[in-house]
């Protein structure tokens, strides 16, 4: 079957084509959050340097870093102020080519995080775009004519709404001008239809791949191309609401695949590493077309659906209760549909935008938090795609505690979202505190405390007596990686075995198919894979609560659980298998993988 795009659907299952970026395992930094090595309490490269064997030690391929370079830091590094220098609290270019030789030196690639959707509102390019219609970079970012009431008032170009609050739309005084901004207006986005914007990103990875870059994790790059009518949003969320959801517009638009084809040529040519992350799409096919193994554009996508899963009708701050199934729905629709089609997934519960996913996805309870570390990991861990692990979920790092007042978040989206809450309800305190949950429960920040690495003061993120830009989880003195790194039964150790088991049998677990086993069952995930003789049974129980499940084994997998063999396990003693009614007890959040070689038996 084919669909527009020359995308071909297979009715049937290709022998999935090899590649080393399938085989590899990711490890996201956060570089402020992850070592300061000079005691300014900001985490730094030449603290991302002395801690080089820890990712060697876990096992992981590539390291990807947020980004490192100049920037206001209005949104984290995600405004870029100069594509070609470094932050300077962060270090300088030459310690980023100590970074990638000590990286290279143990054999892991270095991922670097390329955000040219948007740039910094300090960009020279912005600045000089700004100044005047006339000028040669005008025509860099997006500038629209304002619209106007009835009283002549200017008012913005269409209804689209910022990510960070308000319309998306910013007047500039100038010239009377508005500019488009997805995200802050410091975050002014660029213009791709312009040739010279493309030739000038171009300029930059290759800048950095000569400099020894391995591949890059791309920000938002699905919003690169806009329907440049700018036509009004559909009214989808609260009505009295100005703003509203403009995605239909931006997110994978006409022209998105002919700039992934241009840069995709440049990463063949280094056999670079890519990654897009691809917000708002949710449909396979679409994603398709960028990740297909004959496209060249990307090699994977980060999409969506498993983390926008809770996300409730109020939007990422509110609440909503999903059952198993649909979770079961989303991994199977992305695991089987990239298979056949010679796609491929990358696989994360966690990173910087994310909470985490034990409080998240399981229980944070401490009965519970090493055997949902596990769980999780195992749950995840045995799919088909390219797995990432963000700072500290090898550690069962859980989300903030729930004393932090607002004072303590630094994130902007949670300062404006709470700026435009207080604004439109002033005197409701009941509605300032569960929204103050909410927050604590979904904020970014909740990715964002330092690493905990150690029981030293601030858990030795940095020196005793300096302050930490965001506070320390209070947790640190019982988590953090010292006791865990040793400790053969921490998550640490598990997600080892977890890393190790992905490369000496990756052709299950790296190419083998994915079946979803007992669908219905709304407390344990249970898939297989299996390649030729080779069949895995991998089963997770999200449930804390429901006690022991005797799980009545399907037929299809019976004989796995009977002759196989448990590769990996988060219970110390083996899985109870009561064989004459065929029969396992699973525990709470139980997790294992059974094996079995029919060619070996
Ligand atoms: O976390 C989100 C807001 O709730 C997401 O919508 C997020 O904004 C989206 O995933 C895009 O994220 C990326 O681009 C942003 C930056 O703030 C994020 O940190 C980055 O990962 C703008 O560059
Ligand atoms: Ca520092």
New binding site residues.
């Given amino acids: 079957m084919t669909t527009a795009d020359n995308i071909s659907i297979s009715p049937k299952t290709p022998v999935v084509k090899r590649a080393w970026w399938k085989e590899s395992s990711v490890y996201q930094i956060y570089p402020s959050s992850f070592q300061d090595s000079n005691g300014d309490g900001i985490g730094d490269i030449p603290g991302i340097i002395s801690r080089l064997d820890y990712f060697q030690n876990l096992g992981v391929d590539i390291v990807w870093l947020?980004p490192i370079l100049k920037s206001p830091q209005v949104?984290?590094g995600?405004?870029i102020s100069d594509y070609y220098d470094i932050h300077a609290p962060y270090g300088t270019r030459e310690d980023v080519d100590r970074l990638i030789e000590g990286l290279h030196e143990r054999g892991i690639k270095y991922v670097m995080?390329l955000?040219v959707?948007?740039t910094s509102d300090q960009h020279e390019w912005f600045k000089q775009s700004r100044s005047s219609t006339e000028n040669q970079y005008r025509n860099w970012y997006i500038w629209r004519k304002p619209k106007h009431d009835a009283e002549g008032n200017p008012e913005p170009p269409n209804n689209w709404k910022s990510?960070?609050g308000g319309s998306a739309w910013q007047l500039d005084p100038t010239t009377g001008e508005y500019y488009l901004h997805?995200?802050?207006r410091e975050?002014p986005d660029l213009n791709w239809e312009n040739p010279a914007v493309r030739a000038a990103v171009h300029d930059i990875i290759r800048h950095w791949l000569n400099r020894g870059v391995d591949g890059f994790r791309m920000?938002?790059i699905n919003f690169i191309s806009k329907h440049l009518d700018f036509p009004d949003a559909p009214i989808t969320e609260d009505s009295s609401q100005p703003w509203q959801d403009g995605s239909m517009y931006y997110a994978c638009g006409p022209r998105l695949h002919e700039f992934l084809g241009e840069i995709g040529l440049i990463l063949k040519e280094y056999d670079a590493f890519s990654v897009g992350?691809m917000?708002c799409v949710f449909d396979p096919v679409e994603i398709l077309k960028a990740v297909g193994f004959d496209r060249h554009e990307l090699n994977m996508v980060?999409q969506?659906e498993i983390v926008d899963i809770d996300h409730g009708p109020g939007?990422?701050f509110s609440r909503r209760k999903w059952p198993l199934s649909d979770l079961k729905s989303i991994v199977s629709k992305w695991q089987t549909f990239m298979h056949t089609n010679e796609g491929w997934n990358a696989l994360y519960l966690e990173?910087?935008?994310?909470p985490r996913s034990i409080s998240r996805f399981a229980s944070q309870n401490p009965e519970h938090r090493t055997t949902a570390g596990k769980m999780l990991a195992t749950f995840l861990g045995f799919q088909s795609g390219t797995l990432f692990i963000y700072q500290g979920q090898e550690l069962g790092m859980v989300n903030v505690p729930e004393t932090w007042a607002i004072d303590k978040f630094r994130d902007?989206?949670v300062l404006n979202y709470w700026k435009d809450l207080l604004d439109a309800h002033p005197n409701d305190p009941d509605l300032h505190n569960s929204t103050l949950s909410e927050i604590r429960f979904?904020s970014?920040d909740n990715a964002r405390t330092p690493m905990q690495w150690d029981s030293s003061p601030h858990a030795s993120f940095t020196s005793a007596d300096s302050t930490p830009w965001i506070s320390v989880n209070d947790d640190f003195k019982t988590w953090n990686a010292a006791s865990q790194v040793t400790n053969p039964d921490s998550i640490f150790a598990y997600w080892k075995q977890v890393l190790r088991l992905r490369k000496e049998k990756a052709d299950i677990f790296v190419y083998g198919d994915y079946t979803l086993i007992d669908g219905e069952n709304e407390n344990i995930f249970a898939y297989t894979r299996s390649f030729g003789s080779m069949t895995a049974l991998v089963i997770a129980n999200f449930s804390s609560s429901e006690g022991n499940i005797a799980w009545k084994v399907p037929d299809a997998v019976a004989e796995i659980l009977e002759s196989g063999r448990i590769l990996v396990a988060n219970y110390s003693d083996s899985p109870k298998v009561e064989a004459q009614d065929q029969r396992v007890i699973v525990r709470p959040l139980e997790a294992f993988v059974a094996f079995l070689d029919v060619s070996a038996v």
């Fill in positions: 947020s949104d984290m995600y405004d995080d955000v959707n948007h990510y960070f997805l995200f802050a975050q920000d938002v992350e917000p980060f969506f939007g990422k990173n910087h935008d994310q902007i989206e979904k970014r």
